[in-house]
């Protein structure tokens, strides 16, 4: 039975009450680059308007595979092994459809991003989860993701840099996965929209680029949080041209073809000035240095400190153990939305899911809020 998302819950519940601090959603509050604006105004202008090709504008899938060239390390034929698609939440479902049959397993790496768990059980397969220790800062090795394999074993998810955790994999931990995947015979699908936004000496690697994984992976990207493009739903996938013949034929089934305009918008976002992806990152990196240090005032509070994404994933079980009725009572009490983590799975269970996507002085009243509905807490609790 599908849950609802955790994240879509928290900001119904809110969504009619007053003086509320949002620390739940993952949304970056910066208005789209004026360049990519510009391109999009400049393509409805010019009637560009249709459909286009249904895996998206040639010209934006070879802006797409230079970059992963360059960037990724990743060389794909844009004729036929990318595909632009309607965010990157469209991809993870057309790959579980197109590669899980009914009772198929597919490994998610615990904490996940809902989607991945739920699109697993569309597809009639079941979700396996394999448990990440923030202890080991949530770090694979090959040894405990092969306990979780069986013979009805087909897929694993990854999101890299995580979502909720904020973590980036190491070489060491995506060549595990690889391991393991080339071993079993797996397909990995790398979900890598949040790549450009990582701090400190966090690097980022694409399995794609691992040796001999190229016909096992399917890398997927998108524009929404690195050029703050959340509500034009476009992003891209790319995979040896078997995995895409596949992923092809149901893209046109779900959704035909990308938004035009968006289509246009994400070339300019491209092929355009990089500054703005570097500017939103410094704030970015400003606003998680001033969230740490806020969460570092409240007692008994440990969190592995975020590398990558605008999310950090505290755990709150010290002072109370059901992350959902922390999460409730802080929305109700303190007047401060965040993401229960048990909605991510398992191993989120007792976290709450903080996003720093919001202004700077959202991150300091809403922590100031956390802090104090803490404190008076354990000061009621101690008077009884």
Same mark, same amino acid.
């Given at each position: 039975?599908?849950?609802?998302?955790? @994240? =879509?819950?928290?900001?119904?519940?809110?969504?009619?009450? =007053?003086?509320?601090?949002?620390?739940?959603?993952?949304?970056?509050?910066?208005?789209?680059?004026?360049?990519?604006?510009?391109?999009?105004?400049? !393509?409805?202008?010019?009637?560009?308007?249709?459909?286009?090709? @249904?895996?998206?504008?040639?010209?934006?899938?070879?802006?797409?595979?230079?970059?992963?060239?360059?960037?990724?390390?990743?060389?794909?034929?844009?004729?036929?092994?990318?595909?632009?698609?309607?965010?990157?939440?469209?991809?993870?479902? @057309? /790959?579980?459809?197109?590669?899980?049959?009914?009772?198929?397993?597919?490994?998610?790496?615990?904490?996940?991003?809902?989607?991945?768990?739920?699109?697993? *059980?569309?597809?009639?397969?079941?979700?396996?989860? %394999?448990?990440?220790?923030?202890?080991?800062?949530?770090? %694979?090795?090959?040894?405990?993701?092969?306990?979780?394999?069986?013979?009805?074993?087909?897929?694993?998810? *990854?999101?890299?840099?995580?979502?909720?955790?904020?973590?980036?994999?190491?070489?060491? +931990?995506?060549?595990?996965?690889?391991?393991?995947?080339?071993?079993?015979? $797996?397909? %990995?699908? +790398?979900?890598?929209?949040?790549?450009?936004?990582?701090?400190?000496? !966090?690097?980022?690697?694409?399995?794609?680029?691992?040796?001999?994984?190229?016909?096992? /992976?399917?890398?997927?990207?998108?524009?929404?949080?690195?050029?703050?493009? /959340?509500?034009?739903?476009?992003?891209?996938?790319?995979?040896?041209?078997? $995995?895409?013949?596949?992923?092809?034929? #149901?893209?046109?089934?779900?959704?035909?073809?990308?938004?035009?305009? +968006?289509?246009?918008?994400?070339?300019? !976002? #491209? /092929?355009?000035?990089?500054?703005?992806?570097?500017?939103? %990152?410094?704030?970015?990196?400003?606003?998680?240095?001033?969230? *740490?240090?806020?969460?570092?005032?409240?007692?008994? #509070?440990?969190?592995?400190?975020?590398?990558?994404?605008?999310?950090?994933?505290?755990?709150? +079980?010290?002072?109370?153990?059901?992350?959902?009725? #922390? !999460?409730?009572?802080?929305?109700?009490?303190?007047?401060?939305?965040?993401?229960?983590?048990?909605?991510?799975?398992?191993?989120?269970?007792?976290?709450?899911?903080?996003?720093?996507?919001?202004?700077?002085?959202?991150?300091?009243?809403?922590?100031?809020?956390? =802090?104090?509905?803490?404190?008076?807490?354990?000061?009621?609790?101690?008077?009884?």
């Amino acid at each position: 039975m599908l849950k609802p998302s955790a @994240i =879509r819950r928290m900001l119904e519940l809110s969504a009619e009450m =007053r003086d509320v601090i949002h620390l739940e959603q993952g949304e970056p509050d910066f208005v789209t680059p004026k360049h990519i604006l510009d391109a999009a105004d400049e !393509a409805m202008r010019k009637g560009f308007t249709h459909y286009t090709e @249904i895996d998206g504008m040639l010209t934006l899938r070879q802006a797409i595979a230079e970059k992963l060239e360059k960037e990724n390390g990743i060389a794909v034929d844009p004729r036929n092994e990318v595909t632009v698609t309607s965010g990157s939440q469209e991809a993870m479902f @057309i /790959t579980a459809l197109g590669f899980l049959n009914r009772g198929d397993e597919a490994l998610i790496l615990d904490p996940y991003y809902p989607a991945c768990f739920e699109d697993t *059980l569309l597809a009639e397969a079941k979700p396996v989860n %394999v448990p990440l220790n923030p202890s080991r800062e949530y770090e %694979v090795n090959a040894e405990d993701l092969e306990k979780h394999v069986t013979r009805r074993t087909r897929l694993v998810w *990854l999101c890299n840099p995580s979502n909720p955790t904020g973590h980036v994999f190491s070489r060491q +931990s995506l060549e595990a996965i690889a391991e393991v995947a080339k071993k079993h015979d $797996l397909i %990995v699908f +790398s979900d890598e929209i949040y790549e450009k936004i990582v701090y400190d000496s !966090a690097k980022h690697f694409s399995i794609g680029s691992l040796p001999n994984m190229e016909e096992r /992976t399917i890398t997927v990207n998108g524009f929404s949080k690195a050029y703050a493009m /959340t509500g034009w739903r476009i992003g891209y996938m790319a995979a040896h041209k078997k $995995l895409s013949a596949t992923l092809r034929k #149901l893209h046109y089934y779900s959704a035909l073809c990308a938004n035009a305009i +968006s289509q246009k918008a994400a070339l300019a !976002a #491209l /092929t355009g000035s990089q500054k703005c992806v570097q500017d939103m %990152v410094a704030e970015y990196a400003k606003r998680r240095k001033l969230m *740490l240090n806020e969460l570092d005032k409240i007692d008994s #509070l440990p969190y592995t400190t975020p590398k990558g994404a605008f999310y950090v994933f505290p755990d709150f +079980s010290k002072h109370q153990s059901s992350d959902e009725e #922390l !999460a409730m009572r802080l929305l109700k009490e303190a007047k401060v939305v965040t993401a229960p983590g048990s909605g991510f799975g398992k191993a989120g269970q007792g976290h709450l899911r903080i996003s720093y996507s919001v202004s700077s002085k959202q991150v300091e009243e809403g922590i100031k809020r956390i =802090r104090d509905f803490l404190t008076n807490k354990t000061e009621t609790s101690s008077e009884k």
